[in-house]
């Protein structure tokens, strides 16, 4: 949804929408665990996308910095920034379309509205992949995904 209120459709990145298909076609349950296996998959075709082009996102990364840099220098005070802030939106939209995929596919729904729990998400991952191009250490970045995961599985409730 846009900040006006219409509805933008936003289509999932392939490599994540195949892989949460691919785990919900040999699901033999639903609920919170077929949501927990939903949402492990999807995390798990999107970490291989991050740690195979680290300079993308440094440069993703660079991209935000600037554009924040430039609007408190012009001390336009705390308004969302037209830059960032679309950076940010169109994560949060990549976000509402996987976990709406995997709620729907579990059979469960968000106990939140979902950008709500999208803006959670995308702020706890964004933050991972700053540390993990900081100090490249995956065992941490395993842990962090395995947390959100339940996290995020909390914050649903069947259908």
């Known amino acids: 949804m846009s900040v006006r209120g219409e509805m933008v459709k936003t289509r999932l990145r392939p490599t994540i929408s195949e892989a949460v298909e691919q785990a919900a076609a040999s699901l033999d349950h639903g609920g919170v665990r077929g949501l927990r296996v939903l949402l492990h998959a999807g995390m798990s075709a999107y970490w291989p996308l991050v740690k195979g082009a680290p300079f993308k996102q440094v440069q993703a990364y660079e991209g935000t910095l600037q554009s924040l840099r430039l609007r408190w220098e012009a ?58 191009l900081a100090d490249c250490d995956d065992e941490t970045m395993l842990v962090v995904l395995d947390d959100l995961v339940s996290s995020l599985a909390a914050r649903a409730v069947e259908n």
Do not use: N
Request: proline letters at 3%; hydrophobic letters at 50%.
């Open 75 to 132: 001390g336009a005070g705390c308004l969302p920034s037209a830059g960032a802030g679309g950076i940010f939106a169109e994560m949060d939209r990549q976000m509402v379309a996987f976990l709406e995929l995997c709620a729907e596919r579990s059979g469960m729904k968000w106990l939140e509205p979902v950008q709500a729990v999208a803006a959670y998400a995308v702020s706890v991952l964004h933050g991972t992949v700053l540390r993990w």
